[in-house]
Each structure stands twice: as C-alpha cells, then as structure tokens.
C-alpha cells in the first residue's frame, strides 16, 4: 500500500486518506476517487490529493476485517457487517464470555495494522452486548498479514459464549437468635434477582438452625432433588473449615473444595461439592444486590463453567470491589444511580467511657480517631459533610484542620445524641434528600459503605431510611431520608437514629455487608488497645 500526495491526474481509483474540499466537491475520507472526482478537483485547482494506493497483493480494509472478525467468532457470537476497517462482534445469548487469551495476544502480535479488543475474559454478558471488535488501521494490509493472523487462530474460535444452562437452584438458610425473618426474606429476593437474567429459578427455600447436623441433612435433602446448584446462607461467617457450614457439608457426604477468596468483599465464600452438584457457602455480602466474590463464582456455575480451588486463587488481580460502582450480572438490569445525598459525622460526645482522654483525639494509624470517620465522608460521594462538635470543640475542630468540612457546634452536647443531630440536620442545605450518619468514634467504616447506603437509598425510593447490617444486626453509619427529618425533632436525651429506625419500621431498607467495621466503635480503653496496641493518651 503506498500513502502519500499522489498528482490529481492519477488520483482516479485510490482512496482518499482525508476528507477534501475544493468548490463545490467534496471527497470523503475513505472514499474512493473516481475520475468525475478527480476532473472536479483539478478544476477547482487542485494539483495533487494525500491518497492511498493498493499494491499487488493488498486486501482492503473491511474485507479483512470481516475475514479476521468471522474466524474469531465462535458459539453464541454473531458479527455485524463491516464499516471503515471494522467488525463488531456481538454476544447472542446470555452467559459466560470465554476469551482463549493468548491466541488474541498472538494475532494483536502478527502486524501493527492487526487489531482486536474483547471485554475481559468470564465476562458475564447478555444478548446484544458488543463482546469485542476487530479494527484494521490502514486502508490495506497484505493478503499474507491475513493469512498469517488466520494460521495464528487455527480451528479454534477464540470468542465464545458460554450460555446459562443450570436452571434450578436450592437455598439452605441458618437461623440464629436474633436473625430476623426479614433479613432471610430479603435475601431470598435478592438471590431471585440474581438468578433471572440466567433465567434459573430458586426452586427450594429451607431454613434450619445454625448447627451442622440439621444443615447436612438440609443439603443432602436439597441434592437429592431437582435442583442443579445448592446455596447455603449461613447465620454466621465462615472462618474455618471447621465452622458449621463446612462442618455439614463434610458430614452430608460432601467435599469442600476451597474455603476463601481473594476477592473483597467476598473473601468468606466455601466452594464445595456434593453428588456431583455444586455447593456453594455464600460470605455475608451476598446479602447485598452489590458485585461481589459470589456473583463470581454463582455466574461461572450457572452456565457450567467449572470453578476449581485453582480458578478461585487466580481471582485476586481485579478482585479489589468494595469501590467499584458496577453492576453485577446475571442481574436485573435499570438499577440506579447512588442519590445525592449529604454527610454528617457526629463527633460531640464527652467521651465518659473512655477516661481522661478524647477518644476522637486519640491516634489511630497517625491520625486522630475522628478524622478517620470524616475523610471516610469526604471520600464517598457525599455532598456537604457537616461535622458536629461538642466536647473540647476547638480540640476536635483542630483535628480537623485542612478538611472541606463544614463545622456545627451543639451547645446542649452533655444532654444527649439527640441535640447533636438535631444540629447537624440544621445546618443542611434545604435541597438534599437525604442524609448519612456517621459516629466520629468509628475509623474503620470507609466510603465505600456510605456509597453503598445511597445506592440502596436511590434504588427505593419510598425508604425513609437504610441500616446496614451484620449478621443480621444493624450497625452504622445510617442513612435518614428527608422525609424522616421531622421525627428528630421528638428525639430527646440520648435517643438517635437507632429510635428513628426502629420507628420507621418496614419503610427501613436494610443492606447486608460482610463488614466488622459497621459495628466496631471505639469508646473504652480496651477497643482502643485491641485497635492500636495502645492505650490511650490524656
């Protein structure tokens, strides 16, 4: 192929390399001269045109990327037709995409002009999602280019669709004291929600005690029937092999395959197998719609892609999620985006349990305690954060120093929480939405989970509030919506936002996370010793 000014009286049949207009002619980039073109051109002046000239033993553009694209696609792959150097390549079913990566890597090698893009490989895709493209940079390449690229991919397509197939699926819960209905009932939902773009169905929910023996004969029950895939929701997390929900599957007749993963959350996943069936101990996070390490897995199992201890441990490059807003899949699609909502960090307290000391003032990975609580605000998509003081206010605020905060003093701090979110809500701007609530003496919560209140928070809209949860226990920070605003101010004394939730009853929307940090508060001596090694310092 020859690129360059090539004369007008010879451009006729070469390929514009850009776009040109002379009078009242104009040649497209791409387009082919003709000669009632190049006539025009030359009346209008001009003498030559940057061109492109095939040479012998040249393929054009498209047709090599149509030659290219039709080789690499395999099952549940379509291609669409060519256009300006190149093909798409479309999923045809919902499933798993399956990229045999080192014969793309070879043909991106053959020949800079060469190239192809996929989504990542184990992709779970659906129908009508573009799944790669073939692009070809120059208006030609050599026939032999192609056919080498061609002899690279072999027989093998090394772009696939691996379709859902498993349609049938047991869930086994565990119940503890203290668990309530709810809490199993909305991860019911949301493990249905997980299940319809794959078009599987739950086709058995069972509910027994937290305890091996009622739990193994629970899964042999549940592999014995119709289902393909067993998943078991324990009351509790898995942290040995000896914890209950391996312990059953081994005494059902099972194997536990693997016990962890380096994907987070999601770390506390048991994959196992029982008569040939998958069983899977899903962690704590699969209680939230929120991507984790179990869609992982659940997806590859759905559509037969086998998950071994091996596949797992090669999880952790990508495995980080906690602050990836991404939607997870197989999933329902049209959730939406987090709300715009604000930040309050309540940091007023007179610290009573923790002795002499502040305990906001007290450091914690070099930094005071409650800067931990409002960087974590900061960091989210919260918009404004207020901070509240009380307590040695200008200590507090010190801080505090150089963070875009706005800072509300509370002047009836020793009557209670009550007055101090009643300040924080004041100094809210009129417009926002809703709210999330922070306690200044817990550094380990961290803008991931405030992200994730106000995702649940925009994904229904009629909550008045949105509690995270561990194990079934509310924790914190809270989100409060504007609507539940004029219930603080009935709040007397000590009463915060746990007496608003409690209040707001069924219009709570409650999120499981597989996070300590929601419940770990650092107010005596012995939390901050068990934190830091250290105690604290007056």
């Given at each position: 192929?020859k690129?360059?000014?090539?004369?007008?009286?010879?451009?006729?049949?070469?390929?514009?390399?850009?776009?040109?207009?002379?009078?009242?002619?104009?040649v497209?980039?791409?387009?082919?001269?003709?000669?009632?073109?190049?006539?025009?051109?030359?009346?209008?002046g001009?003498?030559e045109i940057?061109?492109?000239?095939f040479e012998?033993?040249?393929?054009?553009?498209?047709?090599?990327?149509?030659?290219?694209a039709?080789?690499?696609?395999?099952?549940?792959?379509?291609?669409?037709?060519?256009?300006?150097?190149?093909?798409?390549?479309?999923?045809?079913?919902?499933g798993?995409?399956?990229?045999?990566t080192?014969?793309?890597?070879?043909?991106n090698?053959?020949?800079?002009?060469?190239?192809?893009?996929?989504?990542?490989?184990?992709?779970?895709?659906?129908?009508?999602?573009?799944?790669g493209?073939?692009?070809?940079i120059?208006?030609?390449?050599?026939?032999?280019?192609?056919?080498?690229?061609l002899?690279?991919?072999?027989?093998?397509?090394?772009?696939?669709?691996?379709?859902?197939?498993?349609?049938?699926?047991?869930?086994?819960?565990?119940?503890?004291?203290?668990?309530?209905?709810?809490?199993?009932?909305k991860?019911?939902?949301?493990?249905?929600?997980?299940?319809?773009?794959?078009?599987a169905?739950?086709?058995?929910?069972?509910?027994?005690?937290?305890?091996?023996?009622?739990?193994?004969e629970?899964?042999?029950?549940?592999?014995?029937?119709?289902?393909?895939?067993?998943?078991?929701?324990?009351a509790?997390?898995?942290?040995?092999?000896?914890d209950?929900?391996?312990?059953?599957?081994?005494?059902?007749?099972?194997t536990v395959?693997?016990?962890?993963?380096?994907?987070?959350?999601?770390?506390?996943l048991?994959?196992?197998?029982?008569?040939?069936?998958?069983?899977?101990?899903?962690?704590?996070?699969a209680?939230?719609?929120?991507?984790?390490?179990?869609?992982?897995?659940?997806?590859?199992?759905?559509?037969?892609?086998?998950?071994?201890?091996?596949?797992?441990q090669?999880?952790g490059?990508?495995?980080?999620?906690?602050?990836?807003?991404?939607?997870p899949?197989?999933?329902?699609?049209?959730?939406?985006?987090?709300?715009?909502?604000?930040?309050?960090?309540?940091?007023?307290?007179r610290?009573?349990?923790?002795?002499?000391?502040?305990k906001?003032?007290?450091?914690?990975?070099?930094?005071?305690?409650v800067?931990?609580?409002?960087?974590?605000?900061?960091?989210?998509?919260?918009?404004?954060?207020?901070?509240?003081?009380?307590?040695?206010?200008?200590?507090?605020?010190?801080?505090?120093?150089?963070?875009?905060?706005?800072?509300?003093?509370?002047?009836?701090?020793?009557?209670?929480?009550?007055?101090?979110?009643?300040?924080g809500?004041?100094?809210?701007?009129?417009?926002?939405?809703?709210?999330?609530?922070?306690?200044?003496?817990?550094p380990?919560?961290?803008?991931?989970?405030?992200?994730?209140?106000?995702?649940?928070?925009?994904?229904?809209?009629?909550?008045?509030?949105?509690?995270?949860?561990?194990?079934?226990?509310?924790?914190?920070?809270?989100?409060l919506?504007?609507a539940?605003f004029p219930?603080?101010?009935?709040?007397?004394?000590?009463?915060?936002?746990?007496?608003?939730?409690d209040?707001?009853?069924?219009?709570?929307?409650?999120?499981?996370?597989?996070?300590p940090?929601?419940?770990?508060?650092?107010?005596?001596?012995?939390?901050?010793?068990?934190?830091?090694?250290?105690?604290?310092?007056?």
């Amino acid at each position: 192929m020859k690129f360059g000014p090539v004369p007008i009286a010879e451009a006729a049949g070469a390929v514009a390399a850009h776009t040109v207009r002379a009078g009242d002619v104009i040649v497209r980039k791409g387009a082919t001269i003709g000669e009632e073109d190049a006539r025009k051109l030359a009346a209008a002046g001009l003498s030559e045109i940057v061109a492109v000239q095939f040479e012998a033993g040249d393929i054009d553009e498209n047709t090599a990327a149509e030659q290219l694209a039709r080789a690499l696609a395999g099952r549940a792959v379509v291609t669409e037709a060519p256009f300006t150097g190149r093909v798409n390549l479309f999923a045809a079913a919902p499933g798993i995409l399956r990229i045999d990566t080192a014969v793309i890597d070879a043909l991106n090698a053959v020949d800079e002009a060469i190239t192809v893009a996929t989504l990542p490989a184990l992709k779970p895709v659906v129908a009508g999602e573009m799944v790669g493209t073939v692009k070809i940079i120059p208006y030609a390449v050599p026939e032999k280019r192609i056919a080498e690229a061609l002899e690279r991919l072999g027989a093998d397509r090394p772009i696939a669709i691996a379709e859902y197939r498993l349609k049938s699926v047991a869930v086994v819960s565990t119940l503890l004291p203290g668990l309530k209905t709810s809490v199993v009932d909305k991860t019911l939902r949301t493990m249905a929600e997980r299940l319809e773009p794959a078009g599987a169905t739950i086709e058995r929910d069972r509910r027994v005690p937290h305890e091996s023996p009622p739990l193994a004969e629970a899964i042999r029950e549940a592999v014995a029937g119709p289902a393909e895939l067993v998943v078991v929701f324990g009351a509790s997390a898995i942290t040995d092999r000896r914890d209950v929900v391996p312990q059953a599957l081994t005494l059902a007749g099972g194997t536990v395959e693997h016990l962890g993963m380096p994907v987070d959350p999601g770390n506390l996943l048991m994959l196992g197998t029982l008569g040939g069936k998958p069983v899977i101990g899903a962690p704590g996070c699969a209680r939230s719609p929120k991507e984790n390490g179990f869609d992982w897995v659940l997806q590859r199992s759905l559509a037969g892609v086998p998950v071994s201890r091996a596949d797992i441990q090669k999880m952790g490059v990508g495995g980080l999620l906690m602050e990836i807003v991404s939607r997870p899949q197989p999933r329902a699609p049209g959730r939406g985006e987090a709300a715009p909502v604000a930040g309050i960090v309540l940091a007023a307290g007179r610290s009573t349990r923790m002795g002499a000391g502040n305990k906001l003032l007290q450091e914690v990975r070099g930094k005071p305690l409650v800067r931990h609580a409002v960087e974590a605000q900061l960091a989210s998509h919260a918009a404004p954060v207020i901070v509240v003081t009380g307590h040695q206010q200008d200590e507090v605020r010190a801080a505090l120093a150089g963070l875009d905060v706005t800072v509300v003093h509370n002047p009836v701090f020793a009557e209670g929480l009550s007055g101090s979110l009643k300040a924080g809500l004041a100094a809210l701007p009129k417009d926002v939405p809703g709210v999330v609530v922070s306690l200044g003496d817990m550094p380990n919560v961290t803008a991931g989970v405030i992200d994730r209140l106000a995702q649940a928070f925009a994904d229904r809209a009629d909550a008045l509030a949105v509690a995270p949860t561990l194990l079934g226990q509310r924790g914190n920070p809270v989100l409060l919506s504007r609507a539940i605003f004029p219930e603080v101010a009935k709040l007397n004394g000590d009463q915060g936002a746990r007496r608003l939730l409690d209040a707001a009853g069924d219009a709570v929307e409650e999120i499981a996370l597989d996070d300590p940090a929601i419940a770990l508060d650092i107010d005596t001596p012995e939390a901050l010793r068990a934190l830091t090694g250290q105690g604290p310092r007056n």
